[in-house]
């Protein structure tokens, strides 16, 4: 494992943003504690290392906090750039594009789906699967403009917009959510 000083992981393991942190500290094979929070009874460890949003994941590295998921994937990357392959691509180009579908990712398919969840009625329901499925179709395009065919928007290897969308993309194109 990599040399990782004092490391901490607040997190709930349902959520998909804590799994993207996770994924990267995988890929850096980091070692870490991970500390579960129910975010119904806000614990003093996430009030004081997040007191701005109160909300998961929260790295908490020699006692200094990291908030925000992709900001998070992006510090892991750059600390621990000698373990593991490189999250983000090399390239300057290719870093902007990967940061812009992930933007695109959190500005508007974590909410489409959370619309899907949300609706109150099957009209609602179908309306809001028709409208994901729209944002669907330009991360699928994206992926078929990064990857140049290959399994992964990065390529060859599982890289940030890969760890940013999860593949949830799919699921939602089945009818799940």
């Known amino acids: 494992m990599a ?13 998909p ?13 980091v070692s870490y504690q991970y500390i579960e929070q129910d975010l119904f009874n806000k614990g003093e460890l996430l009030l004081r290392y997040n007191p701005v949003h109160k909300k ?4 908490i590295h020699d006692g200094k906090p990291i908030c925000e998921s992709l900001a998070i994937v992006q510090y892991v990357d750059e600390v621990w750039a000698a373990s593991g392959p490189s999250i983000l691509p090399a390239d300057p180009h290719e870093r902007a594009v990967a940061r812009f579908w992930a933007a695109y990712v959190d500005d508007k398919f974590f909410p489409a789906c959370i619309g899907i969840m949300r609706a109150e009625t099957e ?21 078929a403009q990064c990857s140049n065919g ?20 799919q699921d939602v194109r089945r009818g799940g959510h």
């Open 17 to 29: 943003f804590v799994v993207r942190v996770r994924m990267a500290l995988h890929l850096k094979s």
């Open 123 to 143: 009209e609602d329901r179908a309306k809001k699967m028709s409208e994901t499925a729209a944002v669907v179709e330009q991360l699928e395009a994206a992926l």
């Open 150 to 169: 290959k399994a992964f928007f990065s390529g060859d290897s599982v890289g940030y917009l890969d760890i940013a969308a999860r593949r949830d993309a």
């Open 3 to 15: 040399s990782e000083g004092d490391l901490k992981l607040l997190g709930m393991m349902v959520s």
């Open 56 to 59: 998961v994941p929260v790295l």
